[in-house]
């Protein structure tokens, strides 16, 4: 079992940046998958980046070329670097870790076995 503490969050004009970062402690944190998701009221828990196991990293359609995710060599530190920002992408923004790989639909996979953060608030206005 893991910890998993997200900060960075906050309120932006759209097209401006935000950065958050997740800590991941406890267990073994170099063979879980991690990934940062994102829900806002009344819809679905969102994949919205992540990086696998094996280092490979995922993006959600809505994010691509907008979103950057990386994390620390040793593998304890995962953050989403957000630019050109939207007022869709207001949402709590939710840091997850699961054990081991996934394959076919990577979020849904690490969505249905994730441990998850707080969560962290990102307002984007227009």
């Known amino acids: 079992q893991v910890r998993l503490v997200e900060s960075g969050g906050g309120s932006v004009q759209a097209g401006e940046s935000l950065k958050l970062s997740c800590v991941v402690s406890g267990g073994k944190v170099n063979m879980y998958s991690k990934a940062w998701f994102r829900q806002s009221p009344g819809k679905e828990r969102e994949g919205v980046a992540g990086i696998d196991e094996d280092g490979r990293i995922k993006y959600g359609d809505s994010v691509k070329g907008r979103f950057t995710v990386s994390q620390d060599n040793a593998k304890t530190t995962l953050q989403l670097l957000m630019t050109n920002l939207k007022p869709e992408d207001t949402a709590m923004y939710y840091c997850?870790?699961?054990?081991?790989?996934?394959?076919?639909?990577?979020?849904?996979?690490?969505?249905?076995?994730?441990?998850w953060g707080q969560g962290t608030q990102v307002t984007v206005s227009s």
């Open positions: 997850a870790a699961a054990f081991g790989s996934y394959g076919g639909m990577w979020f849904d996979g690490v969505r249905a076995r994730a441990e």
